[in-house]
Structures are given as structure tokens and as C-alpha cells.
């Protein structure tokens, strides 16, 4: 008896075996780990934040990773795979560089924040280039929904990234400027 594999409705065999199909399953395994850890790394960043705002900002943008997570799940689902996380080794780094950045500056001081954003951003562009890759990906393959799934969080993701970048001009750059190690 044969038994037959899940498809998206969308698909051919030939999309369904092919080598971008895999690279685009993979990364989206790889940004699911991505968000799944960094939903864990947000409340201590926030924690350690010194101003109200980016600490509100970082709180936001926890509750729209909670809602990329179950996006991805979805995504996984319209092209009739099983949501598996794998380890995604430049979001392990890039949340390893936020931790060093807390410990080596002062807490309480706008210096922290600064590294806070830097750090963030950094998390920030790695998504939007992660989701603007899958976006274009699942495009190509056919996977309509899936497309519109990841489009909105790459929305989203520029949007964190425009408030970070606020918040960095508004003044927590240029106040960190003058203080003292």
C-alpha cells in the first residue's frame, strides 16, 4: 500500500520535491526556533531596560511575536507540514550578543539602553530579511497563504525595527553620549 504525502492544494509533485521546497521548509523551521527563543529573551530584555518607553516598546513587540509563532504554525499548516522548530544558530548568537550587552553596562543607565537597542535591532534586521526571504520563497512555490502569513509579520518586523530607531533618536542616544563609564 502506498501512502501518500500532505500537499497544499496549490502544489504539483514537482514543487513539492523540489530542492527550494526543502530550503524553504528549512527556513521556516529555522525562523520558528528563531521566534519561539526569542519570545523567551524579550521579558529579560525588557526587564533590564532602563527607560518606560523601550521597555513598552520590548513588551509590544513580545505579544507580536507570540502572534509570529502562531503565524508560522499557520504557514506550516497551509502547505500541510507539521510546525518543527530547528535550531536557528544566528538567533542563538545574536540573543547571546543582547545578554553580553546587559552584563558589560551599568544597570540603570541609558548606556544600557542604547546596547539594548542595538542588540534589538540587530534581532530586528535578521527577521525582516529572514521574512522577506520566506515571503518571496513561498511566492515562487505557490504557497499563496502562506505568503500572506509571512508578509504580515515582515510588516510588523520593519515596524519594531522603525520603533527602535525612534526611540534611539529621540534622545537615549544622544543622553548615553555624555555619560560616565
Known amino acids: 500500500m502506498a501512502t501518500t504525502k500532505t500537499k497544499a492544494p496549490e502544489q504539483t509533485d514537482d514543487v513539492q520535491e523540489s530542492a527550494l521546497n526543502e530550503l524553504f521548509i528549512d527556513e521556516l523551521k529555522d525562523i520558528y526556533w528563531a521566534e519561539k527563543h526569542l519570545a523567551k529573551a524579550l521579558p529579560k530584555m ?107 509579520t515582515l510588516q510588523e518586523e520593519k515596524n519594531a525595527d522603525s520603533t527602535l530607531t525612534q526611540i534611539a533618536e529621540a534622545g537615549i542616544n544622544q543622553s548615553s553620549r555624555s555619560e560616565k563609564k
Request: charged fraction near 25%; glycine fraction near 6%; include cysteine.
Open 46 to 152: 525588557a526587564k533590564a531596560a532602563t527607560s518606560n518607553e523601550l521597555r513598552s516598546a520590548i513588551d509590544n513587540h513580545l505579544t507580536e511575536t507570540e502572534n509570529h509563532i502562531t503565524r508560522l504554525e499557520s504557514a506550516f499548516e497551509s502547505i500541510g507540514k507539521k510546525a518543527v522548530a530547528v535550531k536557528c544558530e544566528a538567533m542563538a548568537g545574536l540573543i547571546k550578543e543582547g545578554d553580553e550587552i546587559v552584563a558589560e553596562t551599568e544597570k540603570g543607565s541609558i548606556t544600557r539602553d542604547a546596547g539594548i537597542i542595538s542588540a534589538a535591532q540587530k534581532i530586528e534586521h535578521y527577521e525582516i530579511a529572514s521574512y522577506g526571504t520566506l515571503k518571496t520563497l513561498a511566492s515562487v512555490l505557490g504557497y499563496n497563504e502562506a505568503a500572506e502569513l509571512l508578509d504580515s
